[in-house]
């Protein structure tokens, strides 16, 4: 059993690798809460073992963005967000990484508020065959069904807090979401809610990143001219490796059993 997470972020209670506790006391917009997840049957008389695993999110991300008019607007009326926070229904708190199921009953869950998610990222969707950029408001990640499983529905409560002024709560009923997809509520989020797209997508079909002899590595971005675009650590690990000629499997052990 495979289970891939930041320690750092204090998400989970790892005791019981058949019963993964995912706590609940959360903040919103925590992007270190992401995990990965695999279980392979192996021989015990094996002692030398060599095989490929792939790991997988176990969840679903449920991001909320803003278009640049909105923001504009919103702006230009005195609100400029600061904070966030983000109510669910029908979110699972448990999770076997032997039999990649989840356990026990649905909740509602509630990631307190927290600092929006950096400026560094946008958050691209693609609309009408065409991707266009947002602004994050809010992204979480959300345990809501077994491997394979079909699009299950929740209900989100958004609510923002301005630099100056009161929260103000925004409901989204009968939202889809399906573990290892991206649900996108995008529109007029802070001036007009009534006018918002919910969009979900297979970004999350592929792993991200890959572990090469214990070191994270995640292949980046080339522009026109070939130039590799490097954004993160990981890209940055990437592009050593290769530097050294060095090849990297999909392999990933952070935690095991």
Known sequence: MFFAY?????AYNLENMKAIEVKTDQSCNAENRDAFTASVEVTTANTNINQEVILYRPF???NIGSTNEDIAAATAAGITVKQTKVKVTGVYTTFNALTDKVVGEPIEVTYSLANIPEETEKLKVTVNGQEKEYTYLALNYLLVGDKDSEKSLTN???TFKP?????????????PVQRN???NIIGAVLTNPAQFNIVIDSKFEEPDYLSWNGVFVKEPKQDANGNYLITSAY???WLAMQTRGEQPGHYTCCRYA
């Open 235 to 237: 890209e940055l690990n």
């Open 163 to 175: 630099e100056n002024g009161s929260e103000n709560t925004i409901t989204f009923e009968n939202v």
């Open 60 to 62: 679903a991300q449920l």
């Open 6 to 10: 930041n320690e750092a972020a204090d």
């Open 156 to 158: 989100v409560e958004f």
């Open 181 to 183: 997809y991206r649900t």
